[in-house]
């Protein structure tokens, strides 16, 4: 059973700070790793992808994936109240055969970011 | 505007019901996915359908039942015999890479099911 973890929360970070939100996956031939925002009572939305090692930067967000410690994070710098939301992050495994099996999710961790 | 609709937003379903969730993307998607949420959980795999006429039973199908006969159509059917239907679906489509590699799904607005 392929496994994401995540810290289910709450992460509390004031307003202009550095927000840190991490993912572990146990299936080491994962190859996609995505970060999803969710509002409460909304649908997932996509706000970063990455697939190789190293830092992905994009505006305030910067996703990092460590391949070998199977570990990837999302920073979100300057932080606002409207970023206060749950972060799924979810992995995806490259499929063989012809079958695309979806990603598999988190539990997503809460932020909230104090004004 | 490109997007994924899912119908509709709300559903009431009585108990021994069938439901139908209507989930329509005109992205020209391959693989098209459903999800159930429950409070505080993560997203499950329900269904998932790479081509038209085919799908895949994903982590939770039992209970549930889906077609695929248009790439851009995947509806869900939850039946009778989903014991505790009652969680917010949402349905996700993706391009499938070229070498195979899942990439960015985008979701629906999502289908709030509850049983009364």
């Known amino acids: 059973q392929k496994e994401v973890e995540q810290n289910s929360g709450p992460l509390s970070v004031p307003e202009g700070a550095i927000a840190s939100l991490n993912c572990t996956y146990s299936?080491?031939?994962?190859?996609?790793f995505f970060w999803y925002r969710q509002y409460s009572g909304k649908s997932p939305e996509l706000i970063m992808s990455?697939?190789?090692?190293g830092d992905k930067e994009d505006g305030r967000f910067t996703a990092q994936l460590n391949k070998a410690s199977q570990y990837v994070s999302l920073l979100i710098r300057d932080s606002q109240p409207s970023d206060s939301a749950t972060y799924l992050c979810?992995?995806?495994?490259?499929?063989?055969?012809?079958?695309?099996?979806?990603?598999?999710f988190g539990k997503g961790t809460h932020l909230i970011i104090q004004p | 505007d490109g997007g994924i609709t899912q119908s509709p937003k709300y559903l009431f379903r009585k108990e021994g019901q069938n439901v139908t969730l209507s989930c329509e993307q005109n992205l020209n998607h391959d693989a098209m996915y459903w999800y159930r949420q429950d409070p505080g959980q993560g997203l499950r795999l329900i269904y998932y359908s790479q081509i038209v006429n085919d799908f895949q039973k994903g982590d939770i199908a039992e209970g549930y039942s889906v077609s695929r006969e248009k790439k851009e159509s995947f509806p869900l059917t939850v039946t009778s015999a989903q014991k505790n239907p009652t969680a917010f679906y949402l349905c996700a489509s993706e391009i499938l890479g070229l070498t195979g590699f899942p990439t960015e799904a985008f979701f629906g607005q999502g289908t709030r099911l509850t049983v009364v």
């Open positions: 979810a992995v995806g495994d490259m499929y063989s055969g012809g079958g695309a099996d979806g990603l598999t």
């Open positions: 299936d080491r031939v994962s190859q996609s």
């Open positions: 990455i697939y190789s090692n």
